[in-house]
């Protein structure tokens, strides 16, 4: 037998070798100019004056209070939505109802409807002219155009976030260990605190990422119902569009990448819990 | 068809799942391919399907080298542990894929694919399932359909992969003679891989015991039964 | 099991409070405006222009990630190269990035003083301001579905049908086009289904590039904010119903691929 007849066979379930780095080739590409292109992008605008540029812009007073308005919506709206999660998930996978499908359907919901429509209905629900918000606005409490109302925005874009992690990690746990614990006498709580969440911390933690990054990067909705008020309802993305329109273009871009460094951040995270934590991670996303 | 294996080795990376083996395996027969698992029997019958390249060595089809033949040149009847049914296709499609999947010029009329399709089914005693879907099918059901389909692209050698494994003890048995009617009535050198010593002694004209990827005994089953050539096939034939 | 209460009564509240209530108040500002109404504000040629024009450069959009995206399935999950895991991550920037960041990164790169832009505008080619800026945006915020659906599946499929495929004589092409790609059909579809849908609404990662040139750039979630600027928000209330209704048709259809899929083959 020759080494050309070695080289020359190709197990039946490969691609001949042309084809592979053919598609490679086609994939890497795509990805360059698609994804790292952009991120790239973002860095190159920020640094164009240098770096004590873009960190100046940085400690901009519009720009700071962007940053912090940014962390206190996260920081109200993520628990919330966490929160949210695990009820959800408790409910969905540890009792039997009918119409549980539909809840769950409704719980993905936001997913499917478009961030300004999302800003739409807040404006309709609590703006000054509907029934509920007049009455807000009269009593001291603005919802619309105001902080609650850019946490509510900011809530319902990422609703689905944390229940949908939560919920087949769960489903798959199912209830022995919950059961087995309350006929050892836990109260509901303990069960809950020592059985439970050491089980789901990790897809807990998942879905909190991906969550917090939504919340911090959300644009659209938080655009419809901010008002764009500078210094006072600008998030960061808010704050990047202003910028950007008035064309100071290091601080734009200077802003955006604290906020892309934030996503990569985030990627590392999801990834290194994907190769370390993957058997307690919802199954699509095993690596 | 008569088949030749000369002295195949196969290494997959530093273990060896076949040390040089060599077989003569007669035309028309019905071959068993007995052993543990690991004894390397599952390798050897990939290597002679073309799934699997030998380290070294050669097999031979009528005394013509067929090592370098791919997998689709060998035109082998290959027929997997878990059947391996396209489950997206029904059974007519399922049987009539290997036909369809000929070039324009040699692959047959639609009319006649489905003639052909038509004589299968009615060969595995299935006449009327060839609307259904494989996830609509029994074990035993699917079997048959693989075998089918096997048959469909006229091999010119049957190949098995523990084509009773996956059933349970009761269908096994009932399908033993089905398999042995179809190899009769073909008359396709068959070989077939088990780790059942009473399924091959029951089944095979010929019966090659393997153990760590090495032929232990080679010998019709009675001759095996009298006289085991090793302590190994003594205490396996006898488990 | 203890919580009954507890679980069901945060998750029925918040629901209500921050996605049902919310919904509902467009949907009642809808019923009082009437389907005459709501006709008669949508039935302009500036609000078709941008709900056809968001629709079609979306379907294009995802059809591109439906290829593209299957490909690189693909090729993550079969082939080992350098780097591998690196593309693999990648995939999800689109989802972590937000799209603000994405819109003003996109246009700074085709814009004609851009680095693509500069390379286009030497052809005579102008892509952000344009259409094409549109699609461009609209391809990086869908990228991840159809590879995100599709991975599993190709990790699930059985190495033995493609060998079986080959025994039986196939090229490895006719194995690709005739068992793996009706196997990852049903996943794809979902997966383009949610990268239309996610592009019909999609509006920060756009409205940069796009150019909004009312009849020619302008597309139909703008068209919302624009009116919601103007404090006409009857009319922006009849368009995002429209968006709504155009949202759960999707939905709708994404239910029913998984249902014909699971009948068909017995998975998703």
């Known amino acids: 037998m020759s080494d050309a007849v070695t080289?020359?066979?190709?197990s039946a379930t490969e691609e001949t070798p042309l084809a592979r780095w053919v598609a490679i080739g086609i994939a890497v590409a795509g990805i360059a100019v698609l994804v790292f292109a952009p991120l790239l992008a973002v860095f190159a605008e920020a640094l164009t004056r240098g770096v004590g540029a873009a960190i100046a812009s940085l400690a901009n007073r519009d720009a700071q209070s962007a940053i912090k308005l940014t962390l206190i919506i996260a920081a109200i709206s993520v628990p919330l939505n966490a929160a949210f999660g695990i009820a959800a998930a408790w409910f969905i996978t540890k009792f039997d109802f009918r119409g549980k499908a539909f809840l769950i359907t409704l719980i993905d919901l936001p997913f499917s409807v478009s961030p300004v429509v999302a800003g739409l209905c807040i404006v309709l629900m609590f703006g000054t002219n509907s029934l509920v918000g007049g009455w807000l606005v009269a009593s001291g409490y603005p919802i619309v155009f105001a902080l609650p109302g850019i946490v509510l925005a900011t809530m319902f874009?990422?609703?689905?976030?944390?229940?949908?992690?939560?919920?087949?990690?769960?489903?798959?746990?199912?209830?022995?260990?919950?059961?087995a614990a309350l006929t050892l006498g836990a109260s509901g709580w303990r069960t809950f605190r020592t059985v439970t969440l050491p089980n789901i911390r990790w897809a807990l933690l998942y879905g909190v990422l991906l969550c917090n990054a939504r919340a911090m990067g959300e644009f659209g909705a938080v655009a419809v119902v901010s008002g764009k008020i500078r210094g006072q309802t600008a998030t960061m993305p808010i704050t990047i569009e202003m910028l950007y329109n008035e064309y100071l273009s290091v601080a734009a871009f200077s802003l955006a990448a604290l906020l892309t460094l934030l996503a990569l951040v985030t990627l590392l995270l999801k990834t290194a819990l994907e190769l370390r934590h993957a058997d307690q991670l919802a199954a699509t996303h095993r690596a | 068809m008569h088949i030749e294996i000369d002295e195949i080795s196969k290494q997959f990376g530093t273990t060896a799942a076949l040390h040089p083996v060599s077989l003569?395996?007669?035309?028309?027969?019905?071959?068993?391919?007995?052993?543990?698992?690991?004894?390397?029997?599952?390798?050897?019958?990939?290597?002679?399907?073309?799934?699997?390249?030998?380290?070294?060595?050669?097999?031979?089809f009528d005394g013509q080298d067929a090592t370098g033949l791919s997998v689709q040149e060998r035109r082998a009847g290959f027929v997997f542990q878990s059947y391996a049914l396209f489950r997206h296709m029904t059974v007519f499609d399922n049987i009539a894929y290997g036909l369809n999947a000929r070039p324009r010029a040699s692959r047959p009329t639609k009319a006649?694919?489905?003639?052909?399709?038509?004589?299968?089914?009615?060969?595995?005693?299935?006449?009327?399932?060839?609307?259904?879907?494989?996830?609509?099918?029994?074990?035993?059901?699917?079997?048959?359909?693989?075998?089918?389909?096997?048959?469909?692209?006229?091999?010119?050698?049957?190949?098995?992969?523990?084509?009773?494994?996956?059933?349970?003890?009761?269908?096994?048995?009932?399908?033993r003679q089905g398999l042995r009617d179809i190899h009769d009535t073909t008359g396709l050198t068959s070989v077939f891989v088990t780790h059942d010593q009473e399924e091959a002694m029951e089944l095979a004209d010929l019966v090659v015991v393997m153990s760590m990827g090495r032929i232990e005994q080679i010998g019709k089953p009675q001759d095996i039964r009298a006289r085991p050539a090793t302590a190994f096939v003594r205490d396996f034939i006898s488990a | 099991m203890p919580g009954l209460g507890l679980s069901m009564g945060i998750t029925l509240t918040m629901l209500s409070l921050v996605v049902l209530l919310p919904i509902g108040a467009l949907l009642l500002k809808g019923a009082t405006y009437g389907l005459p109404g709501i006709w008669e504000t949508v039935n302009r040629e500036r609000v078709w222009a941008a709900l056809f024009l968001s629709f079609r450069l979306s379907l294009f959009a995802a059809v591109f990630n439906l290829v593209f995206g299957v490909l690189l399935a693909w090729v993550l999950v079969r082939y080992r190269f350098p780097g591998r895991r690196i593309l693999d991550a990648a995939v999800d920037l689109p989802f972590a990035l937000p799209t603000a960041v994405a819109g003003i990164a996109l246009t700074a790169l085709y814009a004609p003083n851009g680095a693509f832009g500069a390379l286009a505008a030497g052809v005579g080619w102008k892509i952000a301001y344009t259409q094409y800026g549109i699609f461009l945006a609209l391809v990086f915020v869908g990228l991840p579905f159809?590879?995100?659906?599709?991975?599993?599946?190709?990790?699930?499929?059985?190495?033995?049908?493609?060998?079986?495929?080959?025994?039986?004589?196939?090229t490895r092409l006719h194995t690709l086009r005739h068992v793996i790609l009706p196997m990852l059909m049903p996943a794809a579809l979902t997966g383009f289904?949610?990268?239309?849908?996610?592009?019909?609404?999609?509006?920060?990662?756009?409205?940069?590039?796009?150019?909004?040139?009312?009849?020619v750039t302008e597309i139909a979630p703008l068209l919302i904010v624009i009116q919601l600027e103007e404090f006409n928000y009857d009319a922006a209330a009849a368009i995002g119903i429209a968006m709504l209704l155009i949202s759960f048709a999707m939905l709708l259809v994404i239910n029913l691929i998984q249902v014909w899929s699971r009948r068909r083959i017995g998975y998703v």
């Open chain 3, 193 to 215: 289904a949610l990268s239309l849908a996610r592009a019909v609404g999609e509006y920060g990662s756009v409205i940069f590039i796009a150019g909004n040139i009312p009849l």
């Open chain 2, 24 to 60: 003569s395996l007669p035309s028309g027969a019905l071959v068993a391919l007995l052993g543990p698992s690991g004894s390397g029997k599952t390798t050897l019958l990939r290597i002679l399907g073309g799934l699997e390249f030998p380290t070294s060595g050669r097999v031979l």
């Open chain 1, 157 to 179: 874009v990422t609703f689905p976030f944390v229940a949908r992690e939560l919920i087949p990690v769960m489903i798959e746990q199912g209830r022995a260990e919950e059961e």
């Open chain 2, 112 to 175: 006649e694919i489905a003639r052909r399709v038509t004589k299968l089914l009615d060969l595995i005693q299935l006449p009327d399932i060839g609307a259904r879907y494989p996830s609509q099918l029994s074990g035993g059901q699917r079997q048959r359909v693989a075998l089918a389909r096997a048959l469909a692209i006229e091999p010119r050698m049957m190949l098995l992969d523990e084509p009773f494994g996956a059933l349970d003890a009761k269908v096994r048995k009932e399908l």
């Open chain 3, 146 to 170: 159809v590879t995100r659906t599709v991975q599993p599946v190709i990790e699930e499929i059985e190495r033995e049908v493609e060998e079986a495929s080959a025994t039986l004589g196939a």
């Open chain 1, 7 to 10: 080289l020359k066979f190709r």
